[in-house]
């Protein structure tokens, strides 16, 4: 790839919520660069939950430009610029959910290697020492022979984060980082995904419930309340709208 | 108008995870694999023995019964041909039908329901594993196959052990044979017996498995789910039972 190409692709976004209407030019809701920590402050049913479940491709984004509610089309999560199915897109989109969602029933050395030992030769390579690597730098080795239904939420949490950063990925969308940890669990992994983002140009989207981490560690804070996402410029500023998010999109895509 | 809808969804559930296992070309099968004999285990082994138990006791009952209704008539030639049909073509996949409805149904339920609401199938997903291929087929298939297997053993049991036990008291004058009792069991009274329980642990896992994938991301939600799924097992394993019995005493 020559540098330009390189240029080009450090400054496109990563990952963009578009806006779609039936007639005319894509609106962008939402981007992220290469690099980036965005905070999205609110309640999971202000919208939060929705979007993030969005953003990960979990679930169609039922979202729209502020002021244009009537306008039909519909809203799209792109990564790179495309947009990608949905088994396409694991090696680019870590998620931490809020209880971990490691598997009950099997240790957490299972679930680590998990998707690795599913995807087989298609796994990236060198999983398995990023895995070790993570493990050391989480903690978790005194875990990893333990049943996940042993462990308590802050292993869980740890070992969500580890598989999903062993996959080297673009993205990574990380529920209520406050959770389950204690102080100094959370500044390490705050510390880890600071490195990550600085030297491997992971973006990271929080979901934060409390505007825990709006005073530092993130870039750009979103606000969500009532299913409207606003932008916060500086703490001072007064917040733009820039898209209502539909808050009970679980309840609609079922 | 929704329980057409629902009703749908159940039966095209395992078209679903056919798809899902056509578009994973092969990955993860050794997983898949232990996963589905894991749950072929769970499906027949574990109750076995008490639902041996009373697949005896049903072969005693309708030994005695039958022996005290035509044993002393001109029709005391079909007595094995009762016993043989009676307990391993209708009894038994009934009761392997209830049970299968009452514990594996809602036992697959309320995990399938707890890992949705733990984000357990998010994670797969986010992963890049379709769950109606890793989570669901597996399951699909291991309580059919484990229903096929617990029918048959279980029919092999009540008939043995009616047959047997009607002999060992000897009471009302039973004279019928072991030879005859075998000799009177047809191969579509089997098939059907198969077909009964193989349908009964397809709809009963493909019952459960789409409740719990829709059901609500809490405790309450997973509850709901399982009645539901419950309810449906139930409705759907009579129809099923009775349907192969009229089709089986018609033929």
Known sequence: MTNEADDARATSPVLELVFYPTRGEPIPLLELRAGAAVAIVGDASAGRDALLRALAGLEPPYARPEGDERVPGEARVLLDGRLKRRRDRWRSVGVVFEQGGLWTGRSVRFNLELPYRYHGRHAPAGWRDRLEELARELDLHDALARRVEDTDLSIRRRAALARELAKEPRVLLFDEPQLGLSDAERERVLELLERRRSTRGVAVVFGDPDGYLRPFKVDRVLELADGQLRRVAAPSARPRRIASVDAPLERRAR | ?251
């Open chain 2, 1 to 251: 108008m929704r329980g057409v809808t629902e009703l749908a969804k159940i039966l095209s559930l395992p078209l679903v995870a056919a798809a899902a296992t056509a578009r994973a070309r092969g990955k993860g099968a050794s997983l898949v694999v232990s996963t589905t004999l894991a749950q072929v285990t769970h499906t027949a082994q574990r109750p076995f023995v008490p639902l041996a138990l009373v697949a005896a006791l049903l072969g005693v009952v309708v030994a005695f019964a039958a022996n005290k209704t035509i044993g002393a008539t001109t029709f005391s030639g079909h007595l094995a041909q009762v016993l043989a049909v009676a307990v391993t073509r209708e009894l038994t996949p009934l009761v392997v039908s209830l049970v299968l409805v009452a514990r594996t149904g809602n036992q697959l339920t309320i995990q399938l329901g707890l890992m949705r609401a733990g984000h357990e199938l998010d994670a797969l997903e986010v992963s890049g594993i379709d769950p109606y291929y890793f989570v669901v087929l597996p399951r699909v298939v291991g309580v059919t196959l484990g229903a096929m297997a617990l029918a048959v053993c279980c029919g092999a049991v009540g008939m043995i052990g009616g047959h047997g036990v009607a002999r060992l008291i000897g009471a009302l004058g039973y004279t019928v044979t072991a030879a005859e009792v075998f000799n009177a069991l047809a191969v579509r009274d089997l098939a059907i017996a198969l077909l009964k329980s193989g349908l009964c642990g397809l709809l009963v896992a493909s019952t459960s498995c789409h409740f719990a994938l829709t059901a609500g991301r809490s405790p309450v939600g997973v509850r709901e789910a399982a009645e539901r799924a419950a309810l449906w097992g139930f409705a759907l394993t009579l129809v099923i039972n009775l349907g192969l019995s009229v089709y089986g005493f018609a033929g």
